[in-house]
């Protein structure tokens, strides 16, 4: 073999190592985007799966607020139906999250519901 021939095989080598190295470094790297994306559904879904709770918590307690408890479930229903993208399911829980904050200022007008225990613990972490 000469010298040119020599040449052209090391570089079609190089060339075919660098192309496994980078496929092997992306099917890594989208492996690590489906899990973290997998860990945000999970917890999406274990915080939608907190409405009901909170509903009937805060349902004796705040009679003339349907409308929000009515929203609220209303969100709920479309988040597990599992139908939702991923970006839907961000805006619902955006969406959650002000009608959440709704609630907890709503919850300032009625003591005996701020100091239920309940409610207490659904407002934890």
Do not use: W
């Amino acid at each position: 073999m000469d010298t040119i021939t020599l040449l052209i095989v090391v570089c079609a080598g190089l060339l075919l190592l660098v192309g496994i190295v980078l496929f092997i470094t992306m099917d890594g790297l989208k492996n690590r985007v489906q899990f973290a994306f997998s860990g945000i559904d999970t917890q999406l879904k274990k915080r939608f799966d907190l409405i009901p709770n909170l509903i009937a918590t805060v349902e004796r307690y705040m009679q003339h607020e349907q409308q929000v408890l009515q929203q609220l479930t209303s969100l709920r229903s479309q988040a597990v139906r599992g139908t939702a993208t991923t970006d839907e399911l961000v805006q619902m829980d955006n969406q959650l999250t002000s009608t959440l904050r709704s609630v907890f200022a709503l919850s300032e007008n009625y003591p005996q519901l701020r100091a239920s225990e309940n409610f207490i613990q659904l407002q934890g972490p």
